[in-house]
């Protein structure tokens, strides 16, 4: 009882959303300051969510707008056989359930990887939020947008590219985002399984194992578990080329750049 108070001091009177050390990447900073008050007063923070828990099931009626704070969750959906779909995983900063606006029920699932933490948004004060803002609407359409372009992405990458380009792609897509969140870009820990990484590209565990340990016969990587260390960057982008946009080639050249 105790701890769950803590957990609702630290939600609605320690922090603003100014003061969040996530606050670049979250889309709060795009927001004017009036309709950040707003939001500040509304949001529900530090929410706890076990590893194995879910966030959402699908079919489960929309509560609000969910922004992950610490951890990692795992997106799915479930076909009629029951076979899961791994559809993406999301990490701090990211912005999870937007695809239920319209219809305000989550049409696929949402699973810790491990103990997280996020703020939730009520849907009827972000609601209320988009209706009095034009500039929160084009925040949430580049949001959107950004969606359906990875998700385009990954479309290419599962269709028509063999596993050793999907296996570099997927570790340089996880190695950007985490340096985007000042974290280290080429030492990390896959906090999702075999499974889930070859779910979600298209390939069968023994065709990922196979290829992480090639890799890291061929000197690109080093894995130990579930720890990943990039030793020849230049080396993955070459193999992940054709499965990255212009836009990602010149952020990695710019990169390699700059450690040099």
Do not use: W
């Amino acid at each position: 009882m105790s701890d769950q108070r803590t957990l609702s001091e630290v939600g609605h009177s320690q922090e603003s959303c100014e003061q969040c050390s996530l606050f670049a990447l979250c889309f709060a900073q795009d927001m004017d300051s009036g309709q950040r008050e707003q939001l500040n007063a509304s949001v529900k923070r530090q929410q706890p969510l076990k590893r194995g828990e879910h966030l959402f099931h699908g079919g489960q009626r929309m509560k609000g707008v969910v922004v992950l704070r610490s951890g990692s969750i795992k997106g799915y959906d479930l076909t009629q056989d029951g076979d899961e779909i791994v559809s993406g995983f999301f990490l701090p900063g990211d912005a999870i359930g937007l695809d239920s606006l319209s219809s305000h029920a989550h049409s696929g699932f949402a699973e810790a990887l491990e103990d997280s933490r996020y703020c939730e948004i009520p849907i009827r004060d972000f609601e209320r939020m988009l209706e009095e803002s034009a500039r929160l609407n084009q925040v949430m359409l580049k949001l959107l947008s950004e969606e359906m372009a990875e998700t385009r992405r990954l479309l290419l990458v599962v269709g028509r590219l063999d596993a050793k380009t999907r296996v570099a792609m997927f570790l340089l897509s996880l190695s950007r985002r985490l340096a985007r969140r000042k974290q280290d870009p080429d030492r990390f820990r896959l906090t999702m399984d075999r499974r889930d990484i070859a779910n979600y590209l298209g390939l069968t565990i023994e065709t990922v194992s196979r290829t992480l340990t090639g890799f890291q016969r061929e000197g690109i990587i080093e894995v130990r578990g579930k720890l990943v260390n990039v030793l020849d960057r230049d080396q993955l982008v070459g193999l992940a080329r054709q499965a990255l946009p212009e836009s990602d080639l010149s952020e990695e050249a710019r990169s390699s750049q700059s450690e040099c």
